[in-house]
């Protein structure tokens, strides 16, 4: 079993940076593929991002170029570094550990075994 834990979440203005973290404990050594994930209220949950053991990304179309995703294996955690916030941004973000490769694991959330509770993130315009 794997859990995790975010922080890091809060409210910011359009334009404005916040950096989100993902700590990992338990059986650590199962997971492979490591995402985060979104959901805004009345919207369903969308992945954002993913990062492989070998550092390989994946981004979703709507934050390429301002978001960037990062693991430090050795600290057993997960980042989100997020700039040039929007209004859409807006969301639950949730980190989440897949005991396969990005290659299989995508951005789709089936394809997760562990979930942390998610961090609030609000971005006003």
């Known amino acids: 079993q794997v859990q995790l834990e975010e922080s890091g979440g809060g409210s910011v203005q359009a334009g404005g940076s916040l950096r989100l973290s993902c700590a990992a404990f338990?059986?650590?050594?199962?997971?492979?593929?490591m995402g985060w994930f979104r959901q805004a209220p009345g919207k369903e949950r969308e992945g954002v991002a993913s990062v492989d053991q070998d550092g390989s990304r994946l981004y979703a179309d709507s934050v390429k170029g301002r978001f960037t995703i990062s693991r430090d294996n050795s600290e057993n955690t997960l980042y989100l570094q997020m700039n040039s916030l929007k209004p859409e941004d807006t969301g639950t973000y949730s980190c989440?550990?897949?005991?396969?490769?990005?290659?299989?694991?995508?951005?789709?959330?089936?394809?997760?075994?562990?979930w942390g509770k998610g961090t609030q993130v609000t971005v006003s315009s």
């Open positions: 989440a550990a897949s005991r396969r490769w990005c290659a299989y694991a995508r951005l789709d959330s089936l394809n997760y075994n562990y």
């Open positions: 338990g059986d650590t050594a199962s997971r492979g593929c």
